[in-house]
């Protein structure tokens, strides 16, 4: 990228922005953070500083957003990123309250009341190795194949001009909650009352708790082409809009639904799981 596609690039102008739009944008962020600032606090310590660190280097830099890259641009050029290490990975503030504050001050916004959408999908980061949580080898979207990779499920919200992640969460695929890797889940981590969830599972389960106004949901075909959840929003009353492959089977009559009865003059396992009766 040369410098002139660069300046382009922060050219405010360029995406409708006036100057003014942009002129105290800095104590924007910081009055942003204040807001927020109480969901980093421990029983011993307050860490939003680190937050706010944190917060700085995503916004400041393009590329190499680690921790001791962050700590060098933002505190210390000598910086080693210890701190934010600490504040991410092992400080014990909850995630759900900064979530959940984000999901009321948008329920609170009067332009918000109404036409919202929640859109349910995945995003996949490539990692280096499997030492962290929930890496593995899994299929990544971003590179339209299967690496080894951290992936979570997001549910974002919409509605002109407003475009934002309400709640997320990491998936942990199933060899994660074996016995072997007891140790591991220890070491990174993951709580002690998490169970394996599908991807599918953990996006109804945001759905539910969302305290945002919404009028519909929005999904691909990932989500939408599981009956099971499908079921699930149609019996709470939700308008979704789901993507499904172009050779699922569509019947303009509602047919008959549930578990085939067993025959006993037939040889094999009784029928356990519901399919389409009528013909």
Same mark, same amino acid.
């Given at each position: 990228?040369?410098?002139?596609?660069?300046?382009?690039?922060?050219?405010?102008?360029?995406?409708?922005?006036?100057?003014?739009?942009?002129?105290?944008?800095?104590?924007?962020?910081?009055?942003?953070?204040?807001?927020?600032?109480?969901?980093?606090?421990?029983?011993?310590?307050?860490?939003?500083?680190?937050?706010?660190?944190?917060?700085?280097?995503?916004?400041?830099?393009?590329?190499?957003?680690?921790?001791?890259? @962050?700590?060098?641009?933002?505190?210390?050029?000598? !910086?080693?990123?210890?701190?934010?290490?600490?504040?991410?990975?092992?400080?014990?503030?909850?995630?759900?309250?900064?979530?959940?504050?984000?999901?009321?001050?948008?329920?609170?916004?009067?332009?918000?009341?109404?036409?919202?959408?929640?859109?349910?999908?995945?995003?996949?980061?490539?990692?280096? !190795?499997?030492?962290?949580?929930?890496? !593995?080898?899994?299929?990544?979207?971003?590179?339209?194949?299967?690496?080894?990779?951290?992936? !979570?499920?997001?549910?974002?919200?919409?509605?002109?001009?407003?475009?934002?992640?309400?709640?997320?969460?990491?998936?942990?695929?199933?060899?994660?909650?074996?016995?072997? @890797?007891?140790?591991?889940?220890?070491?990174?981590?993951?709580?002690?009352?998490?169970?394996?969830?599908?991807?599918?599972?953990?996006?109804?389960?945001?759905?539910?708790?969302?305290?945002?106004?919404?009028?519909?949901?929005? @999904?691909?075909?990932?989500?939408?082409?599981?009956?099971?959840?499908?079921?699930?929003?149609?019996?709470?009353?939700?308008?979704?809009?789901?993507?499904?492959?172009?050779?699922?089977?569509?019947?303009?009559?509602?047919?008959?639904?549930?578990?085939?009865?067993?025959?006993?003059?037939?040889?094999?396992?009784?029928?356990?799981?519901?399919?389409?009766?009528?013909?």
């Amino acid at each position: 990228m040369n410098d002139e596609t660069t300046r382009d690039i922060y050219d405010p102008n360029r995406w409708g922005l006036p100057a003014e739009a942009i002129a105290d944008l800095g104590n924007r962020l910081h009055s942003f953070w204040e807001r927020f600032r109480g969901c980093f606090k421990t029983k011993t310590r307050d860490v939003a500083g680190h937050a706010w660190t944190y917060l700085r280097g995503l916004l400041l830099m393009k590329k190499g957003r680690n921790f001791a890259n @962050m700590d060098r641009r933002v505190i210390d050029p000598e !910086g080693d990123g210890q701190n934010l290490q600490q504040f991410m990975s092992d400080s014990p503030w909850a995630a759900q309250p900064p979530i959940q504050q984000v999901q009321q001050e948008m329920a609170s916004t009067p332009g918000l009341a109404q036409g919202g959408v929640l859109l349910l999908d995945e995003s996949a980061e490539e990692k280096a !190795g499997e030492k962290s949580a929930g890496a !593995g080898r899994q299929h990544n979207g971003r590179l339209g194949k299967v690496e080894v990779s951290q992936v !979570g499920v997001f549910l974002a919200y919409y509605k002109a001009p407003v475009w934002t992640w309400v709640d997320g969460e990491l998936y942990l695929q199933k060899h994660w909650f074996t016995p072997e @890797m007891a140790a591991e889940r220890r070491r990174v981590g993951v709580p002690a009352e998490r169970n394996f969830a599908t991807k599918i599972e953990l996006g109804w389960r945001m759905i539910q708790r969302a305290k945002v106004p919404f009028e519909a949901v929005a @999904m691909d075909d990932l989500y939408g082409r599981s009956g099971w959840l499908r079921r699930q929003m149609d019996r709470a009353g939700i308008l979704y809009m789901a993507e499904i492959p172009e050779d699922t089977q569509v019947y303009l009559t509602k047919p008959d639904f549930g578990v085939p009865p067993s025959e006993p003059d037939k040889p094999g396992r009784p029928f356990t799981r519901p399919q389409v009766l009528s013909d």
